[in-house]
């Protein structure tokens, strides 16, 4: 049957795609994004401290998916608002967070329960913060300047019949390279698009989560969305070919170098911070005095850009007045600077800072 992007595609093939997902140019692919992402994975498990690692890099991947759907922040408001409380935090920066606690809470969900059509509701639900669920109304459809570009499957049954298909697949034993099944996941989920809105940036949280539920990572550190964002057209023309002409291999090598560039990325940006948390260690050892320096309070500076008094006193680092008289030291030696938000003092990083936001 012709595809016809104005009617519902009730007619999407089910999983595995019929053609050859193993041809050699993306088996090629598959090996070089696989090393890579073996290399990241080494890497990030050397660091004692993930979390300085995972806060930074989880917030940039929030920042940029939601980007891709037109929902912009600033990286300085979105830092600001994860670090203090505050009133005045807009609603673009309050849904890049949510974002992030997306990513975070199916992050922590993974050891109890696999990927699932539940997974994938309770992910848009926390975006959405409604309770939002699989589309049961006609009418949903994706245009480009006021064009029609796409029209899903419409039923409620027969969407919820597709994401059982879409697990079953997730879960089959049937020797598929990992990598190669996340790039049919992704265009399978979008295609379907399950919900009324946010499936965007639900599937990719459900990219990084595979990862992770693959052991490729340990940790949601993969920042894909920087990639999207760069090649969005592309994106977007290899996604379409996929449905009109079944290019599933012009997709695949999409993914496959998507994954690859952005572990290259990330790699990059690891080694940039550990590089300079081991030089601001030597240099709050030489400048500060004994009785405030300390590894763990540098350590607790690189968790995210922003610090403030309660981060030492939750720490144990230290109480409220002596944590104080800390950060005001290391803003005199020039680590750290002091900004007004709110109600609230926070310190910045400010090397840290400029690492993150290149």
């Known amino acids: 049957m012709m595809y016809n992007p104005k009617k519902p595609y009730n007619e999407l093939p089910l999983l595995p795609p019929k053609k050859d997902l193993e041809a050699k140019k993306i088996l090629k692919q598959t090996i070089q994004a696989t090393r890579v992402l073996a290399e990241l994975k080494g890497r990030a498990d050397e660091i004692p401290n993930q979390s300085r690692?995972?806060?930074?890099?989880?917030?940039?991947?929030?920042?940029?998916?939601?980007e891709i759907e037109n929902i912009v922040t600033t990286q300085d408001s979105l830092f600001q608002a994860f670090s203090a409380k505050t009133n005045t935090v807009d609603a673009q920066t309050k849904e890049v967070l949510r974002y992030r606690h997306a990513l975070w809470e199916g992050?922590?969900?993974?050891?109890?329960?696999?990927?699932?059509?539940?997974?994938?509701?309770?992910?848009?639900?926390?975006?959405?913060?409604?309770?939002?669920?699989?589309?049961?109304?006609?009418?949903?459809?994706?245009?480009?300047?006021?064009?029609?570009?796409?029209?899903?499957?419409?039923?409620?049954?027969?969407?919820?019949?597709?994401?059982?298909?879409?697990?079953?697949?997730?879960h089959a034993e049937d020797g598929l390279d990992d990598l190669i099944r996340l790039a049919v996941m992704h265009y399978q989920f979008e295609a379907i698009h399950p919900f009324p809105d946010g499936n965007g940036r639900t599937g990719r949280v459900l990219n990084i989560l595979y990862l992770v539920e693959k052991?490729?990572?340990?940790?949601?550190?993969?920042?894909?969305s920087k990639f999207i964002i760069e090649n969005k057209n592309d994106y977007y023309k290899k996604l379409k070919?996929?449905?009109?002409?079944?290019?599933?291999?012009?997709?695949?090598?999409f993914m496959l170098k998507a994954i690859e560039k952005t572990a290259i990325y990330t790699l990059e940006k690891i080694n940039a911070i550990d590089h300079l948390m081991d030089e601001t260690i030597s240099y709050a050892k030489e400048k500060l005095p004994t009785r405030v320096y300390s590894k763990e309070l540098i350590e607790l500076l690189f968790e995210q850009p922003y610090c403030k008094v309660k981060f030492l006193v939750d720490q144990n680092i230290a109480k409220r007045q002596t944590a104080a008289e800390y950060l005001y030291e290391l803003e005199k030696i020039g680590i750290l600077k002091q900004e007004k938000v709110g109600i609230e003092n926070l310190f910045l990083n400010v090397?840290?800072?400029?690492?993150?936001?290149?």
Not at 59 to 66: I, N, Y
Not at 215 to 224: C, G, K, Q, R, T
Not at 351 to 358: A, S, T, V
């Open 53 to 66: 690692l995972v806060n930074a890099i989880t917030l940039q991947e929030a920042k940029d998916s939601s």
């Open 107 to 170: 992050y922590r969900n993974l050891d109890k329960k696999p990927l699932s059509t539940n997974t994938f509701i309770s992910i848009v639900q926390t975006i959405k913060e409604t309770n939002i669920g699989i589309r049961n109304t006609p009418g949903t459809k994706i245009t480009s300047n006021g064009k029609t570009i796409y029209t899903p499957p419409e039923g409620e049954k027969l969407i919820r019949d597709l994401l059982k298909n879409l697990e079953d697949f997730l």
């Open 215 to 224: 052991n490729l990572i340990d940790a949601p550190i993969l920042y894909l």
């Open 241 to 253: 070919a996929v449905t009109e002409k079944e290019d599933w291999e012009g997709w695949i090598l």
């Open 351 to 358: 090397k840290l800072y400029d690492i993150l936001r290149k």
